[in-house]
C-alpha cells in the first residue's frame, strides 16, 4: 500500500514563509504527477500546485509568484515553498499523487493525511 505523509505545517507571522514536504513510502511501480491542495473550514478542497513527473507545474491564480511546487524523484517527494503568506492561506493542505502499484495496475490517486498551515499575527 502507499501511503503519503506530509510535513512542515504550523503557525506562521503573514509575510513569512513556511515550507510543506509529503513523502510517498510503501510498495509502488511509480508515481506520476504529484499535488497540494488546501481546504480551509466551512470551504471546499482546492487546488494549489501540480507537479508532473516531467516536472511541468500548474498553480491557482491566488498562488503564482509566491508558491513554488518541487519534487525529488529519488526520494518520492513532492514539496511546496510558500512565500509572502497572506491569512488566507490558513488552511488544511493535503498531498496527492497518481500512482501505479504495479507496472500492470491502473493509476489510482492517493492523498495525505494532511498538514495544518495557520497564517496569522
Known amino acids: 500500500q502507499v501511503q503519503l505523509v506530509e510535513s512542515g505545517g504550523g503557525l506562521v507571522q503573514p509575510g513569512g514563509s513556511l515550507r510543506l514536504s509529503c513523502a510517498a513510502s510503501?510498495?509502488?511501480?511509480?508515481?506520476?504527477?504529484m499535488g497540494w491542495y488546501r481546504q480551509a473550514p466551512g470551504k471546499q478542497r482546492e487546488l494549489v500546485a501540480t507537479?508532473?513527473?516531467?516536472?511541468?507545474?500548474d498553480y491557482a491564480d491566488s498562488v503564482k509568484g509566491r508558491f513554488t511546487i518541487s519534487r525529488d524523484n529519488a526520494k518520492n517527494t513532492v514539496y511546496l515553498q510558500m512565500n509572502s503568506l497572506k491569512p488566507e492561506d490558513t488552511a488544511d493542505y493535503y498531498c496527492?499523487?497518481?500512482?501505479?502499484?504495479?507496472?500492470?495496475?491502473?493509476?489510482?490517486?492517493?492523498w495525505g493525511q494532511g498538514t495544518q498551515v495557520t497564517v496569522s499575527t
Open positions: 507537479i508532473t513527473s516531467g516536472v511541468s507545474t
Open positions: 510503501g510498495s509502488f511501480f511509480a508515481i506520476g504527477a
Open positions: 496527492n499523487a497518481d500512482v501505479r502499484v504495479y507496472w500492470w495496475s491502473r493509476w489510482s490517486v492517493s
